[in-house]
């Protein structure tokens, strides 16, 4: 088992660049989410998803979309770089069923934009 | 929301010193987990712990739900175990998200 999955480890990007981030898990879990941690703090809910075909916003959703076509796959995508986009992102997936909801997360994405 | 506090913010000890880091949280929740953040900024999932008593080596916790409370109990300290420990609980009735804390940063000095 790989577990959760994350590329790219680095990347710069340029305001208003766009680009795709990628998560996978090998767990057949049906929860994903994706979070932000920025320096000193606790990581926040961008976006999450329950199932294949089924996603809903976080906590700071603004500026990024995602999409869900399989089970295995999460890929955060962002629209238009902007400085404040700069931080850490990990992505985690969990089973839902049995109740526990216990997460686990990818080696995260270091983002920097100038 | 809940709110989710975390207790000391920072803490400096020496190796082979023992520690316990306290959550504190606002409202009642199924799913509390203690996580650690090494230097390098990976995320290691320490305890999945909504209640009760759970111990992994040097490392326990408890979880007393209805205090609304978790502790982390480090033995023997290594510097290995320097970073920042953070809990993350997910309220009974939220759409699964994980609220974390602001994180204990654990120094352990040889």
Redo the contacts between chains.
Sequence with gaps: NAGVTQTPKFQVLKTGQSMTLQCAQDMNHE?M?WYRQDP??????IH?S?GAGIT?Q??VPNGYNVSRSTTEDFPLRLLSAAPSQTS?Y?C?S?R?AG???????G??T?LTVT | GIQ?EQSPPDLILQEGANSTLRCNFSDSV??L?W?HQNPW???I?LF?IPSGTKQNGRLSATTVATERYSLLYISSSQTTDSGVY?C?V?PMDS????I????TKLIIKP
């Design positions: 929860y989410s000193g703090m606790g990581l926040r809910l999450y329950v809903d976080g906590e850490v990990f985690a969990s839902l109740g526990t909801y216990e997460q686990y997360f080696p995260g270091r | 989710v199924n799913n987990q996580f900024g990976q995320l999932n999945y953070f993350a997910k759409n699964y998200q994980l974390w804390g602001a994180g």
